[in-house]
């Protein structure tokens, strides 16, 4: 059974880079051809798509945080990580990582999700 | 940027049916998913393709699209439905997901 676990500090300064790493078990990144995303829920609000990768290393991203978001794939750890740059506070949110339903070109739907991890921007 | 439209709340007493809809430009050209994310929890997506259940998803939710909506229906519903709902695609004209804004279900 696949099982993605994400990892990182809980508290980041303004103007730092968040980092947040996704473990996965249970299945090897790469030798599925599936998107692994990234996905974002500020408290009380709803969920904002922040980006995927597949596990070539080919990217989509968020149009709004494109220029502020790296999402990288590290296969021999069988985990993928996500860098936002410039945070604020409007960056506080619970971040999800999660894994496509399907094989295909470009990411489609989110299946399996981890328990997600609270990051809260603050000084 | 593509907007998908979902109504903030809905309410309905249990064993009554409830429906959520989800308007989009062009929705009919689209896939469409929906998730189901209970108080504290990460989402569980309960319909695909815009009407297909994955596995283990009760026969009680189904999804359907006509014109520019799509629309999420809990047949008998029961206090365990009580939940936020999405509603996502995919935009091809700008390579990203779209969710929509949540619809709130309360179970009277």
């Known amino acids: 059974q696949v099982h993605l676990q994400e990892s990182g500090p809980g508290l980041v300064k303004p103007s730092e880079t968040l980092s947040l790493t996704c473990n996965v078990s249970g299945e090897s990144i790469s030798s599925t051809s599936y998107h692994w995303g990234w996905i974002r829920q500020p408290p009380g609000k709803g969920l904002d798509w922040i980006g995927s990768?597949?596990?070539?290393?080919?990217?989509h991203y968020n149009p709004s945080l494109k220029s502020r978001v790296t999402i990288s794939v590290d296969t021999s750890k069988n985990q993928f990580s996500l860098k936002l740059t410039s945070v604020t506070a409007a960056d506080t949110a619970v971040y999800y990582c999660a894994r496509d339903l399907y094989h295909s070109v470009h990411p489609a739907a989110f299946h399996i999700w981890g328990q997600g991890t609270m990051v809260t921007v603050s000084s | 940027s593509y907007v998908l439209t979902q109504p903030p709340s809905v309410s309905v007493a249990p064993g009554q049916t409830a429906r959520i809809s989800c308007a989009g430009n062009s929705i009919g050209s689209k896939s469409v998913f929906w998730y189901q994310q209970r108080s504290g929890q990460a989402p569980v997506l309960v319909v695909s393709?815009?009407?297909d259940r994955p596995s283990g998803i009760p026969e009680r939710l189904s999804g359907s699209k006509s014109g520019i909506t799509a629309t999420l229906t809990i047949s008998r519903v029961e206090a365990g439905d009580e939940a936020d709902y999405y509603c996502?695609?995919?935009?091809?004209?700008?390579?990203?997901?779209?969710f929509g804004g949540g619809t709130k279900l309360t179970v009277l």
């Open positions: 990768i597949f596990y070539t290393g080919s990217t």
């Open positions: 393709d815009d009407s």
């Open positions: 996502q695609v995919w935009d091809t004209s700008r390579d990203h997901v779209v």
